[in-house]
């Protein structure tokens, strides 16, 4: 591919030698980068995210395996929840420090620890060893996928960019409606340790082409003395702590422990009462021109269209995966479908969704849309396609059709938003906030997943407690919580009564997450300005 001049970067502009196009803005040198380089770049960046994002749903048909085998069903669930605890709570950070260490150093770092702990998981001898290795394997993950959008639109240029956010955006959604497929397909074929070694080869393959294509970090005169005192300690001590305690209470509240159990209060008001300290911290920070770097940029929430862009992406996040982890469990639970057959179920979503971020790239780089109208159809095509989904009858036998055409609608949605909101992040965050911006979207998105996933949980258990709970023994109870198959050992009378309730869970999930769709379209609606902003080539 011949370098194609960029036209916004001004009269100074030039195309260099490496295949990429030399631009000057202000008192920094920067590249867009053209050709291989670009397309290597991009692989090497999907590649990873794939792996990091995978790694967030794989598990969940593979612990019936991983749980028999180490001997520890009963904190099973800790194996996804340690894993996401800590890549949430890193996503924002990483980010933040990539501003301070360098893309190339912090992406490096993270694909290593990400390789490493992965290799890890496979060789674990306990649930105890497989648990802290997974924590750390999430720091990796959580790395890569928030620098992935940190590094794309600083090297890919503006009028390419749409297409190539689409691409990486496609990847994120493919990765998470995978997951379930993969990780069944492995343990049904093979052991469940080729669940995280396989992350070995493939990310050292991703490193290997990073390495190559990922120009260095640019020169700095500052030592690392200098470096180490931008960082902000106690808001990266803050935005970790709010967050971890923040989900770990939504992973135990009305499933491991009461919402009323003291355990889950006082994680829950810690995590409020820090996260409001950690922004108290950043508007001083941001006020007396401390030479500390805030974690958490003030300026970017109180403007009107960044907080409009995070909150768009905090409610598309947990719509999105509440979806896709509702509709497999239905298919399994209540159609009594294997964990393959519920997968190709999910195909109107799974094919649709990588096909719409395309579409969102196509209207944004070529038809001129403005972002804000694309997020706000999207937002409106998830209302709409939860809230059909929700009217689905619960005594029927078979999956009506009708639910497919249901499923594009809501796919259709999700493809829209996550790539747009990824789109539209030029347009919100120059240059200096670009990182921080990034990574709070990446945040904001995964905490929404949290909450929508938590709340969804919760519904299911209330539902079930109050229909078959009297009926069935504890450790029964517990177990048609945790698996689809533990329903197939209670006696015969009671099974068709387990599903019907399982039938109206989900009707009540869908309506949740449809109601969480409304409040992001609602949201969406604070970005509304009279000369909307749009991609500028």
Known sequence: MAPEKNTTAGPEDATSDNGSIEHQRGNFQSFYLEGWRLQV?????????????????????????????LHGFQRSSWIVASYLLSYTGFLLIIAKLSDVFGRKSMMVFCLCLFIAFSI?????????????????????????????????????????????????????????????????????NTTWRWVFLL?????????????????????????????????????????????????TALEQGGTGHSWKSKLVLALLVTSIMLFFVCLTWSWNLHHRGNPQEPMVA?????????????????????????????????????????????????????????????????????????????????QALAVLGCGLASSLPESSREYPASGYGYQVIMGAGFGLGL????????????????AVGMGTINQMRALGMSIGVSICANILSKTLSSA????????????????????????????????????VGFTRQMQAICGLAGAGLLSTL??????PRFLQA
């Open 419 to 434: 790539s747009t909101a990824i789109m539209a992040a030029p347009q919100a965050f120059n240059k200096k906030y670009m």
């Open 199 to 247: 992350n070995g080869p493939a990310g050292a393959v991703a490193l290997v082409l990073l390495l190559i294509s990922l120009p260095g970090n640019p020169p700095s005169s500052e030592s690392l003395v200098q470096k180490l005192r931008k960082v902000d300690y106690l808001g990266t001590f803050l935005v970790l702590s709010s967050t971890v305690l923040f989900v």
């Open 526 to 531: 604070i970005m509304i300005e009279k000369k």
């Open 298 to 378: 003030w300026n970017l929430l109180t403007d009107r269209f960044c907080l409009g862009l995070f909150l768009n992406s905090f409610f598309m996040g947990s719509v999105f995966l509440s979806a896709i982890i509702i509709l497999p469990q239905q298919f399994q639970v209540v159609f009594q479908d294997s964990p393959a057959k519920a997968g190709y179920r999910l195909l109107c979503v799974t094919l649709v969704s990588p096909l719409f971020t395309g579409i969102a790239g196509y209207l944004t780089q070529k038809q001129k849309v403005p972002p804000l109208y694309i997020l706000i159809v999207a």
């Open 468 to 503: 078959v709970a009297d009926q069935l023994l504890p450790n029964q109870f517990r177990a048609v919580l945790g698996s689809a198959e533990a329903i197939n050992s209670i006696s015969p009378e009671l099974q068709n009564q387990v599903r019907h309730a399982f039938a």
């Open 41 to 69: 770049l991009t692989l090497a960046m999907c590649l990873g995210l794939f792996l990091a994002s995978l790694e967030s749903t794989i598990v969940s048909t593979s612990l019936i395996s991983i749980s028999n085998s």
């Open 120 to 188: 890890g998981c496979g060789f674990a001898q306990t649930m105890t060893q497989l648990i802290v290795l997974r924590a750390f394997q999430g720091i990796g993950g959580g790395g890569i996928s928030t620098l992935t959008f940190v590094i794309l639109p600083e090297n890919v240029s503006p009028a390419q960019y749409p297409m190539y956010a689409a691409i990486v955006s496609a990847t994120l959604a493919l990765s998470s409606l995978l997951g379930p497929i993969i990780g069944g397909a492995i343990c049904d």
